[in-house]
């Protein structure tokens, strides 16, 4: 089997469903354990944000546990340092939030309103205000881990690891010697409606990220803008983009999925 079709196997049939095995496989090629790790939603999901507690300058990752809409609360994880040691917060303090979606960023403050232990610890917060918006591109921009065929100009494997109606990011196992501006051609099959679909991109090099991945350190990564595609590759890859930010954020899902 090659390098391609064992990338693409691993994405099409990993990406959604249980997460990436954490332990280490050396035997497997590094785009195969590219595709496991990106597959695993569950990490990779745009669900943590990041909290200042009052004046602090200090901001910590925290994951959103839920909300209710009612009341406009979110449910978070309680801040913590490195050592699981958790910040001291009380109740009725300010706290200054920061959150990325797929298109934007906000800005926002909240009020702590209750303190949990139980099952977890969590930090109830209330009255969001004072929310600044920033758009950070005009397309929204999906996780993925889509196995692909790139030529550039030489074929070669390659996995999406986010994808657009504009461009993407992709990982290879070999450099690629092009310089910004290059010409080049992405291939893939993604599956909708039980039906294997097949979208040629071409577009040309926007970025050489490099081995940006700690986690992957011999996988180098790469931007992409396409060209205009024609209607029927822009409607397709406009599937593709929704069907993947819906899974992303279906969380009730995800963790079914990994429970049974």
């Not at 690891?161 to 310089?179: C, H, M, P, V």
């Not at 990564?221 to 590759?233: N, T």
């Not at 409607?235 to 429970?259: C, G, K, N, P, W």
Request: some cysteine; hydrophobic content about 40%.
């Amino acid at each position: 089997m090659t390098d391609e079709a064992r990338s693409t196997r691993w994405a099409s049939g990993l990406e959604f469903g249980a997460p990436a095995s954490r332990t280490k496989e050396p035997d497997r090629p590094p785009l195969d354990r590219l595709a496991r790790s990106y597959a695993d939603m569950n990490r990779r999901a745009r669900l943590v944000l990041s909290l200042t507690p009052g004046t602090s300058q200090r901001a910590f990752s925290v994951s959103i546990l839920g909300m209710v809409r009612e009341r406009r609360c979110l449910l978070i994880s309680a801040p913590a340092n490195s050592d699981k040691s958790l910040i001291a917060l009380t109740r009725d303090s300010t706290v200054s939030c920061h959150w990325v979606n797929p298109m934007a960023a906000f800005d926002f403050t909240a009020t702590v309103a209750n303190l949990l232990f139980q099952p977890v610890p969590i930090v109830v917060l209330t009255e969001l205000g004072k929310i600044t918006k920033r758009s950070l591109r005009a397309q929204a921009r999906a996780l993925t881990a889509l196995g692909a065929s790139l030529r550039a100009p030489d074929p070669q494997p390659a996995i999406i690891t986010d994808l657009s109606l504009s461009g993407a990011r992709i990982g290879t196992a070999n450099e690629l010697k092009l310089n910004i501006g290059a010409p080049l051609e992405l291939t893939l099959r993604p599956r909708l409606i039980d039906r294997e679909m097949m979208l040629t991109l071409r577009g040309t090099l926007t970025h050489h990220l490099g081995r940006c991945d700690a986690e992957h350190p011999t996988i180098h990564f790469y931007g992409i803008q396409f060209d205009g595609p024609d209607e029927h590759s822009a409607l397709v890859l406009h599937t593709v983009i929704q069907e993947r930010l819906v899974m992303e954020l279906d969380f009730v899902s995800a963790l079914l999925e990994t429970s049974r």
